[in-house]
């Protein structure tokens, strides 16, 4: 079964140090999501993409962060100057179409830890 | 979207049915309610979804009251691996790149 594939599973980084998350999502999706979740709160929409531009984002997501798709294949989330509370999991996810009553499909997740 | 309400946990013995229930009171007429979960702390996982009929594939069923005020996920064999926390969601119809919007949802817990 295809799925979504992010890498690396846990990071550690510096605070201040920039980060690249990194997912592959599922080929033939055309719409891909960012998501986070800080330990024991809910899961928060961070952004969407298609047509290698963003549609949506939240007020989470400030100027620190930036969303690209280099390759056609990889889709990537640039945190640029870590703060202690980044820290969190982040979870991409795609879709295959922009129609809402379709599932989204959600990787396994990036632990980043900011020390 | 529509506000849910949900327990905020649940017990199940194993091999029982599970049945989690969800208020979307507010919600519309093109509104889908949506089921997803999340086993500690992977990714969310899609269930089912379903706008007015009761819905039924391989992993559950979904009963919406006629309503729609209201929902129940059934898991019709629980085991050890459906423990989760379990989120009712409600969205409209129609094209749309937003994202969904997860509230604290139902920690279930199947007992062995």
């Known amino acids: 079964e295809p799925e979504v594939t992010q890498t690396p599973s846990h990071q550690v980084t510096q605070m201040g140090q920039e980060v690249i998350l990194r997912c592959v999502p599922i080929s033939n999706h055309l719409y891909f999501y960012w998501y986070r979740q800080i330990l024991g709160q809910k899961v928060e929409f961070l952004v969407s993409f298609y047509n290698n531009e963003i549609s949506e984002k939240s007020e989470i997501f400030d100027d620190q962060f930036s969303v690209e798709r280099p390759d056609g294949s990889n889709f990537t989330l640039k945190i640029r100057s870590t703060k202690l509370e980044d820290s969190a999991m982040y979870f991409c996810a795609s879709k295959p179409t922009g129609f809402r009553n379709t599932e989204a499909f959600f990787g396994q997740g990036t632990r980043l830890t900011v020390v | 979207d529509a506000k849910t309400t949900q327990p905020p946990s649940m017990d199940c013995a194993e091999g029982r049915a599970a049945n989690l229930p969800c208020n979307h009171s507010t919600i519309s007429g093109n509104e889908y309610v949506y089921w997803y979960r999340q086993i500690h702390s992977q990714g969310p996982q899609y269930i089912i979804h379903?706008?007015?009929n009761n819905e039924t594939n391989e992993m559950a069923s979904l009963i919406i009251t006629e309503d729609r005020k209201s929902s129940t996920l059934i898991l019709p064999h629980a085991t050890l691996r459906d423990t989760a926390v379990y989120y009712c969601?409600?969205?409209?119809?129609?094209?749309?790149?937003?994202?969904?919007?997860f509230g604290k949802g139902t920690h279930l817990i199947i007992q062995p």
């Open positions: 969601i409600v969205r409209p119809e129609g094209g749309g790149a937003d994202g969904l919007t």
């Open positions: 379903g706008l007015k």
